[in-house]
């Protein structure tokens, strides 16, 4: 009776095992799904019929939605700013993340205090982002305007996010600052990953290049990351 027991209870034992992570992976999938995929596959639903965001009535409309938008001129103004945006970002995320995580590999003092102070921003939530930004360049509250008058540049002041010329310029400098912490992570954790030999030989022959080459794989990673997370801006 015990050995029945025992082996009846033994599969339950093993399957238990072997499937334990599933409670830590499940109920982030369901949020997941919850909070993106449904909505997703909905809003698709909902592009092919005429719905105006307001009450229960509507009817299919087909392609009809996407013929509009194909002969929009904002849809192609928002591509071509959304272009703009994200290769101003990619040359800065490279170049600046780069620059940083050199400076980081060298180990200064206080080194984890400077790297986790880079990627901060990447773990703030959007709303945060955009209330921090508001304080710094809104014309109302913001500290930037102030702080210009402050040191004698009053007559550069000017309302940042409805200014036609520099409203891109700030949406490209609050995103490339939002992102560039996983640059700097991506390349610090390659220059890491370089063996001592090339530092040596790089010292011998004096190559200053010679970290870019074993580095390359690490370049192409915040490349898909700011693609993958960009978003159109019209």
């Known amino acids: 009776m015990t050995s029945s027991v025992t ?32 909505p997703t596959i909905s809003a698709f639903g909902i ?19 996407y013929i509009d938008v194909l002969r929009s001129s904002e849809f192609y ?24 995580a050199v400076q980081l590999n060298a180990r200064p003092r206080f080194m984890e205090v400077y790297r986790a102070i880079l990627f901060l921003p990447v773990i703030l939530s959007l709303v945060a ?4 930004w508001t304080l710094i360049l809104s014309p109302n509250i913001g500290i930037l305007n102030p ?4 040191i004698g540049l009053g007559f550069f002041t000017k309302s940042w996010l409805d200014d036609m010329f520099w409203a891109l310029p700030c949406i490209i400098a609050v995103q490339t600052w ?17 063996p001592q030999e090339l530092h ?9 290049l010679a ?24």
């Open 7 to 38: 082996n009846t209870a033994a599969p339950s034992v093993s399957w238990m095992r072997r499937y334990s992570h599933l409670q830590f992976v499940v109920p982030g999938l369901l949020v997941f799904g919850a909070f993106t995929i449904y």
């Open 47 to 65: 592009s092919f019929t005429d719905w105006t965001g307001m009450g229960k009535t509507s009817n299919f409309v087909g392609l009809a939605n």
């Open 77 to 100: 103004n928002a591509a071509f700013h959304n272009l703009e945006i994200f290769i101003a970002i990619l040359i800065a995320q490279h170049t600046i993340g780069l620059f940083l």
């Open 129 to 132: 982002t955009g209330f921090i």
């Open 147 to 150: 702080t210009l008058e402050a």
């Open 178 to 194: 939002n992102h560039l912490g996983w640059a700097i992570v991506i390349y610090l954790a390659g220059l890491q990953n370089i």
């Open 200 to 208: 040596e030989a790089a010292e011998r022959r004096r190559l200053a």
């Open 211 to 234: 970290e870019l080459p074993q580095n390359s794989v690490s370049a192409a990673r915040p490349v898909l990351h700011q693609r993958d997370g960009h978003h159109l801006h019209p």
